[in-house]
């Protein structure tokens, strides 16, 4: 390769090494995997029968006769021959023992409202009623695909699991996408019933939310899918949130269908294991949706297996996962993960900071939460908005996650040693919406922790990096390369839904050894990600292969930059971005958004540069570094990263009405483009492949 056309793995690697941080003692002494012989039990030459640990947590109908089947590779079976109900799992078989105990605790935003609890006797109830009216009000059958488009309200575990008691496969659309974003999913799946709310709380505000089901039902109707049933639940009893019109014989309000069908029973069906659960869409593509599929047995054990070992889950904990449900860590790790083990998982209806930044530690405190599992962006924006705020608070966590992308070291030690409290483990855990689970983690009671490092492949999950050309980027190398699994595990989405050759183009191609072998050690799964193995065999993810910055042929990992402006002491958030540049073809442009009372200056934005001298080296050295007020931030608190690359490049900044804060876009476009012609930098146009690059620059597909 030549320095104008780098391998995609030729990524600069300049990641300072971290200390270790050692479990305490106290949480190594109740821990469901403590013993190192774990390992053992999950060695390769173990493998698949491993998984059986994980299939044993849930009940069975049938046994299955064949833990993997490979004979249609890269499309996977596990556990073939048993059949289950996930809902039986999430639900039923915790009535005997623990019936009155909170499934769910459910936090309205608006503090005004109290939490409420739902037992699982309650679960049971509402689950079996909403199936029936799935069942014969609908006419839905085994099979079947039902779109939800409900936000962070209990109504969409029960949807969820009175879909799974009629093996009616389940799509849940992020609340906070658009109509539009809706209607193509709904007609990717070919779903005739949509599911979803009047209004929500957010920020304060009561959202009008029935109104996008209008423009999902006719901008499915454009891709020839018609909609027949729209159902909406209401997030006030009697009352209407939204100004949309309710459509004669086409909208009906669940609570007053649900008359019909109060106290009904409904038969949870047996589904073969390698029968569908749900279709989980992968956001930030402006190709076709991409429909992950999940199955039913394998993804159950496999989040139930690791809900158990690596977030240490007991049914006596109280459980508190920050995501969205509209994504899949909501999915996997709060409902079904957590209901599986019979815990209690707490449903956050709003924003962390509302009203200010100690709302969730005074949620932590009130309800005694226990495990605390949130994402890097939420960690940043309340160590910026609230750096103090979790020592207000009398709550204590003896576990908390990380997940969604990879997290800075200084911020990874703000959240251990403050929220945290220093008696906290942490594992930062990396996968993906088509992995159902963790993929890398290190176990909480036997790894140390690591700042910035994900640690090793899960149990019985085998990571290899490999450059271009399949050579293994060994240990130790300080190389980096394309992360890859090498076999299959029980949580693997089974293809993508409707696009077989896509799932194979996408995941498989690039390094499959042998396109006509069934072994699946031909068959390495490629995740996306770039990343470098230390010698200790901890990997530590850089982000997107695509997200990198190539600066006369040297490949700059976004997220190795963005955590040397990080550790500015100022800085509260920083996002890198590549900006065109005749000479080294691309320049690095940083953004930075500073703690609250802290004033912008010239000597804080030298400190970015020197930081960045130091901890990477004079290439990496921003042409520009920009302090804004804000970052443009998706509705999930994502940095839009495309959109400031695009204000750097003066491109289109594209569509911004589903983002949290749309107005911020022009305060930074107009500072940033003034000072820019100023200077006499405004690039020449930007040719059709550039402008692709700058549009699909920190999008997830």
Same mark, same amino acid.
């Given at each position: ?5 780098? &391998? ?55 046994? *299955? ?70 069942? !014969? ?51 990717? &799946? ?20 029935? &109104? ?36 004669? +014989? ?21 589904? %073969? ?50 995501? !969205? ?35 969730? *530690? ?13 994402? %890097? ?62 993929? +890398? ?18 149990? +019985? ?55 006509? &072998?069934? !072994?699946?050690? !031909? *068959? %390495? ?27 006369? +042929? ?67 050295? %921003? ?79």
């Amino acid at each position: 390769m030549t320095a104008e056309n780098p &391998s995609e793995a030729q990524i600069a690697v300049h990641w300072r090494e971290e200390d270790y941080y050692q479990p305490p003692a106290t949480f190594i002494a109740q821990a469901n995997a403590a013993d190192p012989a774990i390992f053992d039990r999950f060695a390769e030459e173990r493998f698949p029968e491993c998984f059986k640990e994980y299939a044993d947590l849930l009940d069975w109908d049938a046994y *299955w006769h064949t833990t993997l089947d490979t004979s249609n590779p890269p499309f996977w079976k596990w556990f073939v021959g048993g059949r289950l109900n996930a809902s039986y799992n999430c639900v039923d078989r915790h009535l005997a023992k623990d019936r009155n105990k909170a499934a769910l605790i459910w936090v309205p935003e608006p503090e005004s409202e109290d939490p409420q609890a739902v037992t699982y006797q309650e679960l049971y109830k509402r689950v079996n009623e909403f199936a029936a009216l799935l069942r !014969d009000f609908c006419g839905l059958k085994t099979g079947d695909r039902v779109t939800f488009h409900l936000p962070m309200v209990p109504e969409l575990p029960v949807s969820m699991l009175a879909c799974a008691r009629l093996g009616v496969i389940h799509s849940e659309v992020f609340g906070g996408f658009s109509g539009t974003a809706c209607g193509d999913r709904v007609a990717d &799946s070919g779903s005739h019933i949509l599911v979803t709310m009047d209004g929500y709380y957010r920020n304060g505000e009561l959202v009008d939310h029935k &109104s996008k089901a209008d423009e999902a039902v006719e901008a499915a109707a454009k891709l020839g899918v018609e909609v027949e049933k729209v159902l909406v639940w209401r997030r006030r009893r009697g009352q209407y949130a939204s100004k949309a019109a309710m459509i004669e +014989g086409r909208d009906f309000f669940v609570d007053e269908v649900m008359g019909d069908y109060r106290g009904s029973l409904v038969e949870p069906v047996s589904m %073969p294991a390698e029968a569908p659960l749900f279709l989980m869409y992968t956001s930030g593509t402006t190709a076709r949706p991409k429909g992950c599929q999940h199955s039913t047995g394998g993804y159950l054990a496999y989040v139930t297996g690791t809900s158990k070992y690596y977030q240490d889950i007991h049914p006596e904990d109280t459980y508190w996962c920050m995501a !969205d449900i509209g994504w899949i860590t909501g999915h996997s790790y709060i409902v079904y993960g957590p209901l599986s083990l019979g815990t209690t998982s707490v449903v956050y209806e709003g924003v962390p900071t509302y009203p200010d930044p100690g709302r969730p *530690w005074r949620i932590a405190e009130r309800l005694g939460v226990t495990i605390f599992h949130t994402a %890097p962006t939420a960690i940043r924006m309340l160590r910026k908005l609230g750096p103090d705020e979790p020592l207000r608070y009398n709550y204590r966590f003896k576990h908390m996650t990380t997940v969604g992308e990879p997290i800075e070291p200084d911020v990874w030690r703000w959240y251990h040693d403050v929220v945290g409290k220093g008696q906290a483990v942490i594992v930062d855990t990396w996968w993906q919406t088509e992995n159902g689970g963790f993929l +890398g983690s290190t176990l909480p009671a036997v790894h140390p922790m690591k700042p910035g490092s994900c640690g090793p492949g899960v149990l +019985g999950v085998y990571p290899v990096i490999y450059d271009e050309d399949r050579n293994v980027v060994e240990a130790g190398s300080g190389k980096a390369g394309n992360i890859c699994i090498r076999n299959p595990w029980p949580g693997i989405f089974q293809t993508i839904w409707g696009q077989p050759e896509r799932f194979v183009e996408l995941y498989y191609a690039k390094y499959c050894a042998d396109t006509d &072998s069934k !072994d699946w050690h !031909d *068959w %390495p799964y490629l995740a996306g990600d770039g990343a470098t193995l230390g010698a200790d065999g901890y990997f530590r993810i850089l982000g997107r292969i695509d997200d990198v910055i190539n600066v006369a +042929g040297h490949r700059l990992g976004t997220k190795e930059l963005e955590s040397a402006a990080l550790t500015v002491e100022e800085i509260a958030e920083a996002a890198a971005v590549p900006v065109m540049d005749e000479l080294r073809g691309r320049a690095v442009e940083m953004y930075i958004a500073l703690k609250p009372g802290i004033a912008a200056s010239k000597d804080i934005e030298d400190k970015v540069v020197a930081a960045i001298d130091s901890r990477i080296g004079k290439i990496a050295r %921003p042409k520009n570094v920009w302090t804004v007020a804000d970052m443009p931030k998706t509705r999930s608190g994502k940095i839009m990263r495309r959109v400031i690359a695009s204000i750097s490049n003066f491109a289109d900044v594209g569509d911004i009405t589903t983002l949290a804060n749309p107005e911020i876009v022009d305060d930074i476009r107009h500072r940033v483009q003034r000072e820019k012609s100023v200077r006499g930098e405004v690039p020449r146009e930007l040719t059709s492949q550039e402008r692709e690059e700058i549009e699909a620059y920190g999008q997830t597909d």
